[in-house]
């Protein structure tokens, strides 16, 4: 029992640690009122806040997925927390962004992001990825004039991991950015992580809920930082 002891205990370390972590509020909504909050912004955005949720909505002649944002000051390491819900089978996917609109070095300052579908989880670096505005890259990508050297580039700022979302019930989904690592975790099992150094940017100052393109809803969202941003 005495060996047995201080290894059950260091197996609670890493959980508490983490906790700890991330224990800073920055922002928080329930939605319990109707209406969004003074604090939200939004781009090509059709979505709602009604009975409790938000409704994520992209209108039909759309030419962009619907956009719901907040901004804070900007930080490095960040822990986004939300409730969702596939509400039917016309729920592609829907996107936590962490941009940085001072930036002018990718479209849109995008950094990062992680991609949530019924199917998998799809973990980007932006910046020095697929939205890279550095030597013409992001232009050539929407050009579809990459080299072969540029597509093996890319491919290696995301990672695809495969999961089963079931449609209909809510899910916890829990995005944390450390360093230059963004990682994933649902209904409290961890998903899987990404490292690449585009993660890294210091100054994250707008998180974003993209949907692709409607029904996926949404609660409790929360954002946090460290005890010492």
Not at 81 to 88: E, G, T
Not at 126 to 133: E, I, M, Q, R, S
Not at 146 to 171: C, F, I, N
Request: glycine residues 8%.
């Amino acid at each position: 029992m005495k060996t047995l002891l201080p290894l059950l205990l260091l197996a609670f370390l890493p959980a508490v640690t983490l906790a700890e972590d991330f224990s800073r509020p920055i922002f928080s909504d329930d939605f319990s009122s109707d209406g969004f909050g003074p604090r939200w912004g939004h781009y090509k955005s059709s979505s709602v806040v009604k009975g409790g949720v938000l409704h994520g909505i992209t209108a039909p002649d759309s030419d962009h997925s619907a956009v719901d944002n907040i901004r804070i000051d900007g930080e490095r390491d960040l822990q986004v927390s939300v409730k969702f819900r596939f509400a039917s089978d016309k729920a592609k996917s829907f996107n936590v962004w962490f941009d940085d609109k001072n930036y002018k070095g990718s479209h849109a300052g995008h950094i990062c992001q992680a991609t949530i579908s019924p199917t998998g989880v799809n973990l980007a670096d932006a910046k020095t990825g697929g939205f890279d505005l550095t030597g013409g890259l992001y232009d050539r990508k929407k050009a579809n004039q990459l080299t072969d050297g540029e597509k093996k580039m890319l491919a290696a700022k995301a990672s695809r991991l495969p999961v089963a979302v079931s449609l209909e019930a809510w899910h916890t989904l829990v995005v944390r950015t450390i360093g230059d690592e963004i990682s994933v975790s649902i209904d409290g099992a961890s998903v899987g992580s990404f490292k690449s150094e585009g993660i890294a940017h210091a100054t994250k100052s707008l998180v974003s809920l993209t949907t692709n393109a409607v029904d996926v809803e949404y609660d409790d969202f929360s954002i946090q930082g460290t005890a010492k941003p």
